[in-house]
């Protein structure tokens, strides 16, 4: 028991497939988390930028982004650099981290998202009220809040979860290191951990989509009395997509973190766990960018400018 408590490196588990494919899983990672990121930085640009988008939208949009880019960050590159290398070990505090900002990070994204949504729910159903209940007061306070409740949140798991014994394996069975597989290693009773991950995922996470549901049927209920137009179909395909982001982001979070520890291995898991931590990044400056005319106009004259000034150089 002593022995196992000084458990100095963990094992992650490497990406399915034959060896000879680890350099093609990795360079596909490698080009999802390039687009992710230059997508995402992007936005974040744009939206700084351009003083038409200063705009409590566009302040969450920028904020998701910039997220998006950190959310990403934690896991891929790690995963990657092991399929190049051929290694699997990450240390206890890489994996101590990574836990923490896995955690920290997906959070802060299930706040964010469901800002948003009240966001859109002012805009459309409460059009007159809208300055007075997004006003910047409001918007910074909530992301700050976000911030501050996402690294209490993250502190408290993370602590939690280190503070057991891991004595009947040092392979975490999964890409990065999470929660459900780190209980699984443990050989103490993790009843109480998994306890406190089920009522928060629950209060939190099924708080947050209940919300986010809640104030798109709203949202919709308003769009289906619009007269038949261009306004009825940007209110759709902007608020579509987000609902499908935040619906895999939510259920396969959910699918991995509340499983009983013992079934939290396997390449189900994993699959589930690129689902909620890949697809999110990688998808939100897609459906934010390409089907937003604000955000494409905002990027066209961000390009016109850049063109100009190598021109003038």
């Given at each position: 028991m002593t022995?196992?408590?000084?458990?100095?490196?963990?094992?992650?588990?490497?990406?399915?497939?034959?060896?000879?494919?680890?350099?093609?899983?990795?360079?596909?990672?490698?080009?999802?988390?390039?687009?992710?990121?230059?997508?995402?930085?992007?936005?974040?640009?744009?939206?700084?930028?351009?003083?038409?988008?200063?705009?409590?939208?566009?302040?969450?949009?920028?904020?998701?982004?910039?997220?998006?880019?950190?959310?990403?960050?934690?896991?891929?590159?790690?995963?990657?650099?092991?399929?190049l290398l051929g290694t699997r070990s990450i240390?206890?505090?890489?994996?101590?981290?990574?836990?923490f900002f896995v955690l920290f990070f997906a959070f802060v994204e299930v706040l964010f998202l469901t800002?948003?949504?009240?966001?859109?729910?002012?805009?459309?159903?409460?059009?007159?009220?809208?300055?007075?209940?997004?006003?910047?007061?409001?918007?910074?306070?909530s992301t700050l809040a976000s911030l501050l409740s996402g690294i209490i949140y993250a502190a408290l798991h993370t602590i939690n979860t280190f503070r057991l014994p891991f004595c009947h394996s040092h392979a975490v069975h999964q890409l990065f290191c999470d929660i459900p597989s780190l209980l699984k290693l443990s050989c103490s009773d993790t009843f109480s951990n998994q306890i406190a991950i089920l009522v928060s995922a629950l209060v939190i996470g099924g708080g947050c989509f209940i919300y986010i549901i809640k104030s798109y049927i709203h949202i919709f209920s308003t769009v289906l009395r619009f007269p038949v137009g261009a306004e009825k179909k940007k209110a759709f395909s902007t608020c579509v997509p987000h609902i499908l982001v935040v619906s895999v982001f939510l259920s396969s979070g959910f699918s991995v973190y509340l499983r009983p520890s013992a079934m939290s291995a396997g390449i189900m898991a994993m699959v589930l766990s690129i689902f909620y931590s890949v697809l999110p990044p990688l998808f939100n400056p897609i459906i934010y960018s390409l089907r937003n005319e604000h955000i494409k106009c905002a990027i066209r004259k961000l390009m016109a400018k850049v063109l100009h000034l190598r021109d003038v150089w």
């Open positions: 022995n196992s408590t000084m458990m100095l490196d963990f094992l992650l588990m490497e990406i399915p497939g034959m060896q000879h494919l680890q350099v093609f899983y990795a360079m596909f990672f490698s080009l999802v988390y390039l687009v992710t990121i230059m997508g995402n930085l992007v936005i974040a640009a744009v939206t700084t930028l351009d003083k038409s988008l200063h705009t409590p939208m566009y302040f969450f949009l920028r904020n998701l982004s910039i997220l998006d880019s950190c959310y990403i960050s934690v896991t891929v590159p790690n995963t990657c650099m092991n399929s240390s206890k505090p890489g994996c101590v981290a990574q836990v800002i948003m949504a009240h966001d859109r729910f002012a805009a459309i159903c409460r059009p007159l009220h809208y300055p007075v209940i997004m006003n910047p007061h409001l918007c910074v306070h």
